[in-house]
Nanobody, 119 residues
Framework: QVQLVESGGGLVQPGGSLRLACAAS????????MGWYRQAPGKQRELVAR???????NYADSVKGRFTISRDNDKNTVYLQMNSLKPEDTARYYC?????????????WGQGTQVTVSS
């Protein structure tokens, strides 16, 4: 089993910044992909950014140039630096990880952290 714990959400004014963090814990696993999704009320969950262990980072078009995803592999932690926040970025942000345990891959989700952009 792998647990994902997010932190860093909150209330911020338009144009402000927040940094989310998500730490993965457990035993005997390796991480293939870590990333962030978000879900606003009444909307489907959508990809924000994902970073595989090898390969290209993906961003939603709506956040390109404003958000930056990064990973600290030693700490099994993924970060999302969010700048120039807009009211439409308001959502619950979920950490996601695809991990390898033995020969099987599994998907895990965090509980989510609320980001509210409002004046």
């Amino acid at each position: 089993q792998v647990q994902l714990v997010e932190s860093g959400g909150g209330l911020v004014q338009p144009g402000g910044s927040l940094r989310l963090a998500c730490a993965a814990s457990g035993s005997d696993f390796s991480i293939n992909i870590m990333g962030w999704y978000r879900q606003a009320p009444g909307k489907q969950r959508e990809l924000v950014a994902r970073e595989p262990s090898s390969g290209s980072t993906n961003y939603a078009d709506s956040v390109k140039g404003r958000f930056t995803i990064s990973r600290d592999n030693d700490k099994n932690t993924v970060y999302l630096q969010m700048n120039s926040l807009k009211p439409e970025d308001t959502a619950r942000y979920y950490c996601y990880a695809n991990v390898l345990i033995g020969t099987q891959s599994y998907n895990y989700w965090g509980q989510g952290t609320q980001v509210t952009v409002s004046s």
